[in-house]
Nanobody
Framework: QLQLVESGGGLVQPGGSLRLSCAAS????????VAWFRQVPGKEREGVSC????????KYTESVEGRFRIFRDMAKGAVFLQMDSLKPEDTANYYC?????????????????????WGHGIQVTVSS
C-alpha cells in the first residue's frame, strides 16, 4: 500500500514562498502519478497541480498558474510543490494524492476520486 508523507507547510506572509514535499519510498522504483489538492472548510477539495509518472506532463489550476511549480525527484522519492508569490486565498489544507496511472503521461486535476492514495494533509496559511 502506498503511504504518502507531506511536509513543508506553515505560516507565510503574502508574497512569500513555501515548498511542499510529498514523499513515498515507492516513488523511487515504481511509476505513480501525483497530484496536490487543497481544501478550506465548507468547500470542496480542489485540484491544484499534478505531474505524470514520467514527469512529462504537468498541470495547474488557473489560479496558481505562473506562481506554483510541481516537480519530482526520483532519487529522493519525492514530489515537490514550489509555491511562490503566495496570496491569502492560497490558505488551505493541502493534500498529496497518488495512483498508478493508465500511462506515463497521465495526470488529472478533476475529481479527487481519481486518486487512490492520500496523505493526511498539511496546513498552509498566508497571512500578514
Amino acid at each position: 500500500q502506498l503511504q504518502l508523507v507531506e511536509s513543508g507547510g506553515g505560516l507565510v506572509q503574502p508574497g512569500g514562498s513555501l515548498r511542499l514535499s510529498c514523499a513515498a519510498s515507492k516513488f523511487r522504483s515504481d511509476s505513480y502519478a501525483v497530484a496536490w489538492f487543497r481544501q478550506v472548510p465548507g468547500k470542496e477539495r480542489e485540484g491544484v497541480s499534478c505531474i505524470s509518472s514520467s514527469g512529462g506532463t504537468t498541470k495547474y489550476t488557473e489560479s496558481v498558474e505562473g506562481r506554483f511549480r510541481i516537480f519530482r525527484d526520483m532519487a529522493k522519492g519525492a514530489v515537490f510543490l514550489q509555491m511562490d508569490s503566495l496570496k491569502p486565498e492560497d490558505t488551505a489544507n493541502y493534500y498529496c494524492a497518488s495512483r498508478s496511472p493508465p500511462d506515463n503521461m497521465w495526470c488529472a486535476l478533476g475529481t479527487p476520486l481519481q486518486y487512490s492514495a492520500w496523505g493526511h494533509g498539511i496546513q498552509v496559511t498566508v497571512s500578514s
